[in-house]
């Protein structure tokens, strides 16, 4: 009988390292202008939806791409798919700060960055599966939600100070600048998989992209799962878009918008800490999840309703740490419970469940047109989340069996 040995090299926090810093870096590309709307519309003559559809793009790029990019992760690996891709988002984010205010320009290089996302988006298990055990995969999921939040959170906090300083489109060259050197940073330091394999489960056979995508949508609790990586992403991606627009009627300004995203993305942070070491430490997914999904309820209603600046920051960094710790976790459940299917096609079904959630985004400004205020969307998705935390009850614990 054959003896396969088993190493976990040190150098995986490098590649894990330099994944983190691409995730950052188009993610503050990707929020950019939702705290300067207002200020985003007047510079390019356009209206405050149309800022809206620079973020909104993501969303929208992902739907068609996010499969064909998960092929191309799984057949081609990731060092040559997420390397190109880094690189066209730093060239792109360098023209986004060349297009001045041609608001066409800008929104079409926008649309290229957005086509780059998915190859980044769903090799967020495909990396953590190869180079780490399994005992460290969900930590290493969180700490690429991390790095994503982080990039976030930068977007949102130093956009308006940026933006006192120089014109929109030197802030804007000032990310494609910072997205070129980490795509280099990406391209030296990746490796596809280690010499020896990190412990027995990244030796298993994998199906492939046809195979394991019919055998992941066929899987109950996968596709359980996906409805609620919808609702959360939606929530997010949601609260995120239109933060200044939600809190404007408050009297809080653009800088104090930012800083209330900024918050609930700490907030996001320390969740994606804590909550998927547990996870990782009792080898369980499910109560995690629906622990995450729960205790964001209060934060997101406080969002809707708290009346001053320090509750509603408080609300912000309550949602931000329950909410957001539901995505490594989940992330690295969906890739559990669906072998073998390969990661980067379950990766990429969950974001694009996710991305879909642009639905909700769109939604939340035509109820907010019609109604004057976010108040009615916030509450109708939070109905959507205490919906999800039933539905996280039906998810089945992985063990091995196959799930019926």
């Known amino acids: 009988m ?8 040190p150098y995986r926090w490098v590649i894990l390292a330099a994944t983190m810093l691409v995730n950052f870096t188009i993610q503050t590309l990707w929020i950019a202008y939702s705290p300067i ?96 055990p399994a005992r460290e995969r969900a930590t290493a999921v969180g700490l690429i939600t991390i790095a994503s939040i982080l990039g976030t959170a930068a977007g949102l906090v130093l956009t308006p100070m940026l933006a006192e300083r120089m014109s929109i489109a030197q802030v804007q060259l000032v990310y494609g600048v910072a997205a070129s050197v980490a795509a280099g940073v990406f391209v030296l330091a990746a490796r596809e998989k280690p010499r020896l394999p990190p412990d027995e489960s990244a030796c298993r056979e994998r199906a492939f992209m046809i195979e394991g995508l019919k055998h992941a949508l066929r899987t109950p609790s996968f596709v359980r799962f ?47 800490v804590i909550i998927p070491f547990f996870s990782d430490r009792s080898a369980r997914r499910t109560p995690f999840i629906i622990l995450g999904l729960a205790g964001a309820i209060p934060g997101l209603l406080g969002l809707a309703l708290a009346p001053g ?46 991305q879909v959630s642009v639905l909700l985004v769109y939604a939340m400004e035509a ?20 919906f999800s935390v039933f539905w996280g009850t039906r998810l089945e614990e992985k063990t091995g069996k196959k799930e019926s």
Request: include cysteine.
């Open 226 to 272: 996906l409805v609620i990586a919808f609702i959360g992403m939606g929530i997010f991606n949601g609260v995120t878009t239109w933060v200044e627009g939600i809190v404007r009627p408050r009297g809080i300004g653009s800088s104090q918008a930012g800083m209330l995203g900024a918050i609930m993305l700490v907030g996001g942070v320390a969740g994606a």
């Open 2 to 9: 054959e003896h396969t040995s088993y190493r976990v090299y």
């Open 37 to 132: 709307t207002s200020a985003a519309a007047a510079y390019y003559s356009v209206s405050e939806m149309a800022v809206g559809f620079f973020a909104m793009s993501f969303m929208i790029a992902f739907v068609p791409f996010s499969i064909p990019a998960s092929w191309l992760i799984d057949r081609f690996g990731y060092v040559w798919t997420v390397g190109a891709a880094s690189m066209a988002v730093g060239i792109f984010g360098l023209l986004r700060g060349a297009a001045g205010h041609n608001y066409a320009l800008a929104f079409a290089v926008t649309c290229g960055i957005a086509v780059a996302q998915p190859f980044l988006l769903n090799s967020w298990t495909k990396i953590p599966a190869a180079w780490f």
């Open 309 to 354: 600046f320090a509750l509603i920051a408080a609300s912000a960094f309550v949602l931000g740490f329950f909410l957001i710790a539901v995505n490594p976790v989940g992330m690295q459940y969906a890739a559990e419970v669906a072998r073998p299917t390969p990661e980067g096609t379950s990766n990429g079904l969950v974001t694009l469940a996710g």
């Open 367 to 386: 109820i907010n047109n019609a109604t004057g205020s976010f108040t009615t969307s916030l509450m109708a998705v939070t109905a959507l989340l205490a």
